[in-house]
């Protein structure tokens, strides 16, 4: 089954564009910074950029930080580091148009310092609290960037990105259990609360979670639905090529082309006739 925690208008971003609760994850990562408030801390989110809307990428600044924070499913990829690149170079981008800096001119432009994390809502296993695009994609060579992110793992503590961690945890653990439905959410909304696992949060916007994870299930269902799709026409070119060629009986041709019935093989062997 997929792995969720994900949704095209997230329970992810929605959580924290609420100012108090993105101030609450700064001071996780800050605790030493006393002087950061709602009103210090600017969303510099991206919407929509190299993603099919499936992706929870955040970014926002404090005090002169530039704190991005991608989400990374229960499946792990390193493929991370990538996507970590590319909303970097994409927020610096958008930061100088909206500071009107030209860094084409002589001007040295003014630049937030950046901190990569990357929130990982499966198991920790072996995987380290750090991670390098230049050891895990150019075996440890002397790159000329780099990205360095750290990991955060589901933990002993109470602060809310561990909080957001189990409640994918929890999710999973349902739609495993209830499938995509609506029992699915309401359990684990319920399982939460009771847990005291973004309570305050689940208790005032439980409807609109409702609404963002059960259409999540319908994005999952279209997107399932279309790769169905795509794989039975690739099947279907390869089934008229090897009918073409006349060397293989139907029930050889199937193994290679699982989303076609031996029926649908004699449909295509009529329509190539047709056409020969």
């Known amino acids: 089954m997929h792995e969720y925690c994900i949704?095209?208008?997230s329970v992810f971003?929605?959580?924290?564009?609420?100012?108090?609760?993105?101030?609450k994850l700064y001071k996780t990562l800050h605790p030493e910074d006393t002087t950061a408030?709602?009103?210090?801390?600017?969303?510099?989110?991206?919407?929509?950029?190299?993603?099919?809307?499936?992706?929870?990428?955040?970014g926002f600044i404090a005090n002169n930080k530039l704190m991005i924070l991608i989400e990374a499913q229960s499946t792990w990829t390193m493929n991370i580091l990538v996507r970590v690149l590319l909303y970097l170079?994409?927020?610096?981008?958008?930061?100088?148009?909206?500071t009107s800096q030209n860094y084409y001119k002589s001007r040295k432009v003014k630049m937030p310092k950046p901190e990569l994390y990357v929130i990982f809502t499966g198991n920790k296993e072996w995987k380290s609290d750090k991670i390098f695009l230049s050891k895990e994609f150019f075996e440890g060579a002397d790159i000329d960037i780099e990205v360095k992110a750290k990991v955060i793992y589901e933990s002993d503590t109470d602060d809310i990105i561990n909080q957001y961690i189990i409640f994918c945890k929890v999710f999973n653990e349902q739609t495993k259990q209830y499938g995509m439905t609506q029992k699915a959410v309401t359990e684990t909304i319920r399982i939460c609360k009771d847990r005291n696992?973004?309570?305050?949060?689940?208790?005032?916007?439980?409807?609109e979670v409702v609404t963002i994870m059960m259409s999540l299930f319908d994005e999952e269902q279209i997107m399932k639905s279309f790769i169905r799709s795509e794989r039975h026409d690739a099947d279907r070119e390869t089934a008229e090529r090897m009918i073409k060629d006349g060397e293989l009986s139907f029930e050889k041709i199937a193994k290679y082309v699982p989303t076609l019935s031996i029926e649908e093989l004699k449909e295509i062997e009529t329509e190539v006739m047709q056409l020969a």
């Open 7 to 9: 949704a095209g208008d």
């Open 37 to 58: 408030t709602e009103d210090s801390l600017t969303d510099v989110t991206i919407e929509n950029v190299l993603t099919d809307n499936l992706y929870n990428d955040l």
């Open 197 to 207: 696992v973004l309570r305050e949060y689940l208790l005032e916007r439980e409807k």
């Open 89 to 98: 170079a994409q927020s610096y981008h958008e930061y100088f148009q909206r």
């Open 13 to 23: 971003l929605d959580l924290f564009q609420n100012k108090s609760y993105l101030l």
